[in-house]
């Protein structure tokens, strides 16, 4: 069974940095993408960024520039830089983790999701 466990996630003041981390375990087929998502109250949940098998990486607008995403393939973990953190921010950020089949059958996963609050 796979499982995906975030950590890293808390109280920072404007201007701060936090590191999300994301171990998973369970996984037996190849991983055609690793990343993060994140969802405000009241609004639904959005890509912060991702990293696609063959070299792709995504990060929305919002973030670009002030997040990195990284990714250990050893380990199959995931990590989410974010620096210079905005109120906007605030969310409950889920790891997302899309496994491929040899056939191409892809199938997602999703961590409990860890709160992450920017304010002054």
């Known amino acids: 069974q796979v499982q995906l466990v975030e950590s890293g996630g808390g109280y920072v003041q404007p201007g701060g940095s936090l590191r999300l981390s994301c171990v998973t375990s369970?996984?037996?087929?190849?991983?055609?993408?690793m990343g993060w998502y994140r969802q405000a109250p009241g609004k639904q949940r959005e890509l912060v960024a991702r990293?696609?098998?063959?070299?792709?990486?995504n990060y929305a607008d919002s973030v670009k520039g002030r997040f990195t995403i990284s990714r250990d393939y050893a380990k199959n973990t995931v990590d989410l830089q974010m620096n210079s953190l905005k109120p906007e921010d605030t969310a409950v950020y889920y790891c997302?983790?899309?496994?491929?089949?040899?056939?191409?059958?892809?199938?997602?996963?999703w961590g409990q999701g860890t709160q992450v609050t920017v304010s002054s």
């Open positions: 369970g996984i037996i087929f190849s991983i055609y993408e």
């Open positions: 997302n983790v899309v496994q491929m089949t040899s056939s191409g059958y892809r199938t997602a996963y």
């Open positions: 990293l696609i098998s063959g070299g792709t990486t």
